[in-house]
């Protein structure tokens, strides 16, 4: 089938709630068999999620409270690109530093997901940084508890395997890159 053929019009749209962070909107669409309904989305836009290696290939990662599961959560740093961000890439330095006080050597792209398309807009843009050194000034926004420390990457592995490691975001990004890291090294 093509594109055409399950695509929908948006008749209207519209900001139903906002808040610091997202915005919820709601649209009057026309579906391709001419019903008209309404669909809510959750406008959140793009993020960098960083996958940080030290110059000792130890894994930077952050602890956070999360107040919606109310509970401390275990992950990579990420972060929403900002109106002055180039493009992903340069997010990543400044979002590695604000939360991590570590400044990456280099960057390179892993990959970019859509990870909740049938409610959300956000796209999460994968990045490996390495020869990362605890250099930058920490400058964390007003609503984030966070505690930095460095792991390694067997050990998110493990953690992901064991069911201990609970942010999707960190999840997919150390499975990513554990998959085709050991693609790689199988096939030299």
């Given at each position: 089938m093509s594109e055409d053929t399950l695509?929908?019009?948006?008749?209207?749209s519209g900001t139903a709630y906002t808040c610091e962070g997202f915005d919820v909107i709601t649209e009057a669409v026309e579906l391709p068999d001419g019903t008209e309904t309404t669909f809510d989305y959750l406008a959140e836009?793009?993020?960098?999620?960083?996958?940080?290696?030290?110059?000792?290939g130890d894994v930077v990662v952050i602890e956070e409270w999360r107040q919606a599961i109310r509970r401390v959560n275990y992950g990579l740093p990420a972060g929403s690109l900002e109106s002055d961000?180039?493009?992903?890439?340069?997010?990543?330095e400044r979002e590695l530093g604000e939360e991590?006080?570590?400044?990456?050597?280099?960057v390179e792209h892993l990959t970019t997901?859509?990870?909740?398309n049938g409610f959300s807009d956000a796209v999460f843009h994968y990045f490996l940084a390495t020869d990362c050194t605890p250099t930058a000034d920490r400058n964390l926004d007003y609503n984030e508890s966070i505690a930095v420390e460095t792991t390694?990457?067997?050990?998110?592995?493990e953690a992901a395997r064991e069911d201990e490691l609970r942010d999707g975001r960190t999840m997919?990004?150390?499975?990513y890159y554990a998959l085709f890291e050991g693609v790689a090294e199988r096939n030299p």
């Open positions: 695509a929908w019009e948006t008749i209207d836009g793009e993020s960098v999620v960083v996958l940080p290696f030290t110059r000792d961000d180039d493009d992903p890439a340069t997010a990543v991590t006080g570590y400044e990456p050597g280099t997901v859509e990870p909740a390694t990457f067997d050990a998110l592995v997919l990004g150390v499975l």
